[in-house]
């Protein structure tokens, strides 16, 4: 809520808090994207180059 208060839009918002809550608690992100339930993280650019077409 507090980032949501200094003129952040919803998204930004919760992306935001979920960096802080990662850093301050230690908690890899991608374990917090798992308890919100998000079943995968898109692929980054690097993840996509090295891809091979099927």
Partial sequence: MA??????NENDAFVKAE???SHEYHIPL???K????VRSIPAGPVEKRN???V
Avoid at 34 to 37: A, E, I, M, S
Wanted: a negative charge; one cysteine or more.
């Fill in 3 to 8: 980032f949501m208060q200094i003129e952040m």
């Fill in 19 to 21: 960096f802080e809550i």
């Fill in 51 to 53: 891809k091979c077409p």
């Fill in 30 to 32: 991608l374990d917090i």
């Fill in 34 to 37: 798992k308890l919100l339930g």
